[in-house]
C-alpha cells in the first residue's frame, strides 16, 4: 500500500508518509437489519442480549442509535466523508456484531455470502479506501470454512470476522476448529469480534446496564480468547493468527496473572478442563495475537500493550461508526513513539497481518 507517484493523495495533507489504515470498522446491508429484525417483532422468546444490543439500532433507532445504523449501512459518500473528515485513508470492513451468528444454520449460511459479495463489491469501487474481511456462519463450521476459501481465494478479502459466541458455543469447541484450520491454511487472520453476553451470562450485566460495550463486551470476549488459548487451539494450529479488537479485551493487564493462575491450576488438577498447554499463556498472546486500539485512543494504555506485547502486536483501529471523532484520531500524533513507530502502528502492522 505504499503510496506511488500520480496515486490519490493521503486523504489529510498533514505531511505524513504514511497512511492512517483503520482496522476495526463495521457495516450491515439492508437484508441482515431486515433479518435481525424480524427476529426480534417475532413475539418469540428473544435474547435479552440479542434485543438490548441489536433493538437499540433497528426498532424504532433515533439519535444516536439512527445515526449509527445510518453509517452502518452506508458504503459511499457518507463513510468516505467521514473518514476524510477524521483523517482515515483505508478502513477495513467487517460485518458488524451479532452478524449472521443469530440466524439459523441455513439462512445464517446464505447471508454470509451474501454480505461477502455486497462487500467485495464495495472494495471494488473505493479499492483505495476499502479493505474488508470474510463474514460467516460458525453453525456450519464445514460451509464457513468453504466460505473462507472463497473469501479469501475469489473476492479478494483479507481476513475472517466472527462475532464471538454463536448461540452460546465457544470456538474452543471442537467441531468449530474447521474454521482454524482453513484460516491457518491460507494464513488469513481471525478478526474475534464481541457480541453480546450469553443467556447464562448476561443477567448481573444486563440489569446494571453493563452488559455491552461499557464493560460486557470485553468480560464475554476476553473469556472467549482465553478458552481458545486454553483448549490448546494454538497447539494444533500454530500459525493461526487471531486478532482482537480494544486493545485485547484488558488481556495485556493479565499476562502475569494468566500465565501463573494457568499453571497452578493445572498442577492441581482442579479442573477436567484445563490440562497443560505447551506454551505459556502470555507466550500466545505475544506470539499468535494481535491487538488493535479501537475504541481504546487511549496513550497509556496504547503504550502499556506496545510494551507488554511487542510494538508490531498493536494496530490502530477506530470501531465506526459506534466512534467516530476526528480528535481522537488527531490525538495519536501526541503519543511518544517516533515517526516510524507511527508508520507501523497506522499502515505496516495492518499490511503485515492483513496482508494489504
Known amino acids: ?40 417483532t417475532s413475539g418469540g422468546d428473544v435474547d435479552p442480549g440479542f434485543r438490548s444490543l441489536v433493538g437499540y439500532y433497528v426498532v424504532g433507532a433515533s439519535g444516536r442509535g439512527g445515526a449509527i445504523a445510518e453509517r452502518l449501512l452506508d458504503l459511499g459518500e457518507l463513510r468516505l466523508a467521514d473518514m476524510d473528515a477524521a483523517g482515515i485513508d ?24 451474501l454480505a461477502n459479495d455486497y462487500l467485495a463489491e464495495a ?20 460451509a464457513a470454512a468453504e466460505e473462507i476459501r472463497r473469501g479469501h481465494d475469489q473476492l479478494g478479502l483479507h481476513g475472517v470476522i466472527i462475532n464471538s ?20 491454511a491460507l494464513g488469513t487472520p481471525v478478526y474475534l469480534h464481541p457480541s453480546f453476553p450469553p443467556r447464562n451470562m448476561i443477567g448481573p450485566l444486563l440489569e446494571s446496564g453493563l452488559d455491552g460495550p461499557v464493560y460486557g463486551f470485553a468480560v464475554e470476549t476476553g473469556m472467549h480468547v482465553l478458552r481458545i488459548i486454553f483448549a ?11 486478532v482482537v479488537g480494544h486493545l485485547g479485551e484488558a488481556l495485556p ?49 496504547i503504550m502499556f500493550c506496545r510494551d507488554v506485547l511487542g510494538a508490531n502486536r498493536v494496530l ?22 517516533s ?7 497506522f499502515q505496516h502492522n495492518a499490511e503485515r497481518v492483513f496482508g494489504l
Not at 470492513?93 to 446464505?110: C, E, I, K, W, Y
Not at 490448546?232 to 487471531?242: I, M, N, T, W, Y
Not at 499453571?263 to 498472546?285: D, H, Q, T
Not at 515517526?339 to 502502528?345: F, I, Y
Open 1 to 40: 500500500m505504499t503510496q506511488q507517484a500520480g496515486a490519490r493523495p493521503l486523504a489529510t495533507d498533514t505531511g505524513r508518509d504514511y497512511q492512517r489504515v483503520a482496522t476495526e470498522e463495521a457495516f450491515a446491508l439492508p437484508e441482515l437489519f431486515a433479518a435481525w429484525r424480524a427476529i426480534l
Open 90 to 113: 483505508r478502513q477495513l470492513l467487517s460485518l458488524t456484531a451479532p452478524g449472521t451468528q443469530v440466524l439459523t444454520r441455513a439462512d445464517g449460511a446464505a447471508m454470509a455470502r
Open 123 to 142: 472494495c471494488r469501487r473505493h479499492p483505495d479506501r476499502f479493505s474488508g474481511l470474510t463474514a460467516i456462519a460458525p453453525q456450519d463450521a464445514d
Open 165 to 184: 459466541h454463536t448461540a452460546g458455543e465457544y470456538l474452543d469447541d471442537h467441531k468449530f476448529w474447521p474454521i482454524f484450520e482453513a484460516a491457518e
Open 232 to 242: 490448546g487451539v494454538f497447539d494444533h494450529f500454530p500459525s493461526l493468527k487471531l
Open 253 to 301: 493487564f493479565w499476562l502475569y496473572r494468566l500465565d501463573q493462575m494457568h499453571a497452578v491450576a493445572v498442577r492441581s488438577g482442579r479442573y477436567e478442563s484445563m490440562k497443560p498447554i505447551g506454551r505459556k499463556p502470555s507466550e500466545y498472546l505475544r506470539e499468535n495475537v494481535w491487538v488493535t486500539t479501537s475504541g481504546m485512543p487511549w496513550g497509556p494504555a
Open 316 to 337: 490502530y483501529a477506530m470501531d465506526y461508526p459506534y466512534q467516530n471523532d476526528p480528535a481522537e484520531v488527531a490525538s495519536y500524533d501526541e503519543l511518544p513513539i
Open 339 to 345: 515517526e516510524a513507530g507511527k508508520a507501523d502502528l
